[in-house]
């Protein structure tokens, strides 16, 4: 059976998203995570962004073996030089190089014109085959492109060495049926297109990256780039988990293989849900935690009766398991790390006492304790940036008749400090006295509050995204106690803020690259 090649950018173009930003040990974390679940190639980032992008890239490929790890480099010689320094030491290292290549971002952008253009790309790609012969040329917004000098681009890169030629749908433009017949296009008029893979890469801005991406493959395109979650550049990039149980579920139309372990998917998603900040929709496919609940009385009674009278996939493919209930306060220590082994989460013996202690504390408070509750307890207490700002201590006083109040204790660089506020509600009161504490200057952008499993005894799960200075950042907490787990998303939000401000000038031109 033929192949699609699995490539993903989730540390890449995934981490463009907006708020985004992961320090090398939660990039460490999801690399691993995607090693397990299969994906052939991982894009670790841009290393010439800035010194903590390139140290990301270079312990993702000193540490993944099973795996080819890229990075990308504009078409330059500079960009080429670091990328290559950055995975040198990877198992089968690849150079990702791209140049734009539609009129649009010609004349505007870098005012070359197609000649001088395309010139570029075949230097950019003859001066990376010095290092490797594992080459990919992507052509930016290349849906917007003229097709035949996309041919001739491809054509030329293809004999300067590229092994992977990559058809990006940059801005979300591309319509299915129109984008699958530019691929045919591009593979009928490239005379040595037989040499290299081709590949897509599309945008989500109308909500048809995956339906673009899976149009491609059935015209002839046999590597998909795409992202946990859909992650990425403004509205995101093709979901990794449609593309693969999309192909898997519709075998009769796309008889292809991939070589992923789709039951990871679910951990995967929550792992990099967790990292990123970035909370999946409920109702997103795959992955949502709608995705396979069924309200109506008609469907549960179908779905009690046969299963596939309303499920296309059987949950426990993408790791759900079937009895969700997995831990409870007479659960040991060898059940929890067994458990989190199953979720995707490799923790040393300290690690695991850490959120053992978490666990019981959680499963007191809580009778079921969930994948979900476990994934957050991880998330809270190992994998995060390291904290300038703690909780020590939280008492808020609320209900009808009373002003509420708050009076919060944090840690400021070790050292403690406590401050009373009123606020209109509870959650007001405890952000005023955090905001007072650590002397913020951020602005609230937005706030809110999902149920982790159902109950009224389930942990809520707060996201909180604040700006200051241009930098807007997601932080996430999690509690039984909304207000607790509010206060905690809002200093992880701090946090990252200032994580952010301290990588400031080489992550913004990073992300102003492109
Ligand atoms: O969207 C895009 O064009 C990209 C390329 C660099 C592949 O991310
Ligand atoms: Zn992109």
Known sequence: MERIIIFDTTLRDGEQSPGVSLNVEEKLQIGRQLEKLGVD??????????PGDFEGVRRLARELRGLQVTALARARKADIDTAWEAIREGADPRIHTFLATSDIHLK???????????????EAVAYAARFT??????????????????????EAVIDAGATTVNFPDTVGYAIPHDFGRMIRYVI?????????????????????????????????????????????????????EEVVMSVRTRQDLMPYATSIDTRHIMAT???????????????KAIVGANAFAHESGIHQD???????TYEIIDPRDIGLSEGRLVLGKHSGRHAVKVKLEELGYRLSDEEIDRVFVRFKALADRKKEVYPEDLAALVAEEILRIPDRYRLKY???????????????????????????????GPIDAAFRA???????????????????????????????????????????????????????????????????KANSPDKASGKMCK
């Not at 190639?41 to 800035?50: H, N």
């Not at 870098?110 to 790309?121: G, I, S, T, Y």
């Not at 003229?146 to 681009?153: E, G, H, I």
């Not at 179908?302 to 596939?308: D, F, I, M, Y």
């Open 41 to 50: 190639v991982l894009e670790a980032g841009f290393p010439v962004a800035s």
């Open 108 to 122: 505007y952008k870098l005012k070359k014109n197609r000649d001088e253009a395309l010139e570029m790309a075949r």
């Open 133 to 154: 012969k594992n080459i990919e040329f992507s052509a930016e917004d290349a849906s917007r492109s003229d097709l035949d000098y996309l041919c001739r681009v491809f």
């Open 188 to 240: 009928e008029h490239t005379p040595n297109i037989h040499k290299a893979v081709v590949s897509v890469h599309c945008h989500n801005d109308l909500g048809l990256a995956t339906a673009n991406a899976l149009s491609a493959v059935s015209n002839g395109a046999r590597q998909v780039e795409c992202t946990v979650n859909g992650i990425g550049e403004r509205a995101g990039n093709t979901a990794m």
């Open 269 to 283: 998603s929550r792992l990099v849900s967790m990292l990123t900040g970035m909370v999946v929709q409920p109702n």
């Open 302 to 308: 179908g779905v009690l009766k046969e299963r596939t």
């Open 394 to 424: 939280l008492h808020v006083a609320g209900g009808s008749g009373i002003r509420p109040t708050a009076t919060v204790a944090v840690e400021v660089d070790g050292e403690e400090v406590s401050h009373a506020c009123m606020g209109a």
């Open 434 to 500: 955090v905001a007072t504490l650590v002397r913020t200057e951020s602005r609230l952008l937005k706030f809110t509050v999902n149920s982790i499993s159902g109950g009224t005894d389930a942990q809520g799960e707060v996201a909180v995204r604040l700006e200051e200075a241009g930098h807007v950042v997601t932080g996430h907490g999690a509690d039984p106690d909304i207000i607790t787990a509010s206060v905690r998303a809002y200093l992880n939000a701090l946090n990252r803020l200032e994580h952010v």
